[in-house]
């Protein structure tokens, strides 16, 4: 997953022409009929990024959603900047992407970038953040909708002392 998501913030005008090929499928929704061209439109304009390294208390941090959320069905971010000051003390900056459904890393990614339905884009904002340096990704079993995959991210002050992060609200 992680691997996927570096690969759009490196490459993002690649990303863009990969899902040019999935207009056609995705143009029968009437819920949010413009996420994909404007996913392309903004992948197009978006300069390339470096790659989020992977960090195994983020890691650490997502997976302990994935259990609390797998087995009761449940839904939404929880307790996030608890579980973040949890794992990864002094983060100035975190963000979180959940998805709830069976899909592979590949689908999960483009599917988070399009982002529809959800107006701000906050998925594709948290993955196109220049200021995560950071990721952390667990996926597992979710009662309800087959499997989820938490996707966390941090940049800033990665270590260091036990102050509260000053952002860590920013979460969808």
């Keep these: 997953m992680l691997a996927e998501l570096n690969q759009a913030r490196q490459?993002?005008?690649?990303?863009?022409?990969?899902l040019q090929f999935q207009r056609v499928a995705d143009?029968?929704?009437?819920?949010?009929p413009n996420a994909l061209a404007e996913a392309i439109e903004f992948l197009e304009r978006q300069a390339p990024l470096e790659?989020?390294?992977r960090d195994p208390r983020l890691d650490a941090a997502a997976a302990d959603h994935v259990s609390a959320q797998g087995a009761s069905g449940q839904v939404g971010h929880g307790e996030f900047a608890r579980r973040m000051r949890s794992h990864v003390m002094g983060a100035s900056l975190a963000g979180e992407d959940i998805y709830y459904g069976e899909q592979g890393p590949s689908e999960v990614v483009r599917r988070l970038i399009v982002d529809k339905g959800v107006p701000?884009?906050?998925?594709?904002?948290?993955i196109f953040g220049a200021a995560f340096q950071a990721g952390g990704v667990s996926c597992g079993p979710h009662a309800v909708y087959g499997s989820m995959c938490v996707i966390?991210?941090?940049?800033?002050?990665?270590?260091?002392?036990?102050?509260?992060?000053?952002?860590?609200?920013?979460?969808?």
């Design 11 to 18: 490459h993002p005008a690649e990303y863009a022409r990969s």
């Design 27 to 32: 143009a029968r929704d009437d819920a949010d």
């Design 51 to 53: 790659p989020l390294r």
């Design 120 to 126: 701000d884009r906050g998925h594709r904002a948290n």
């Design 152 to 172: 966390d991210f941090a940049g800033g002050q990665l270590l260091g002392s036990a102050a509260e992060p000053q952002s860590l609200a920013r979460s969808w």
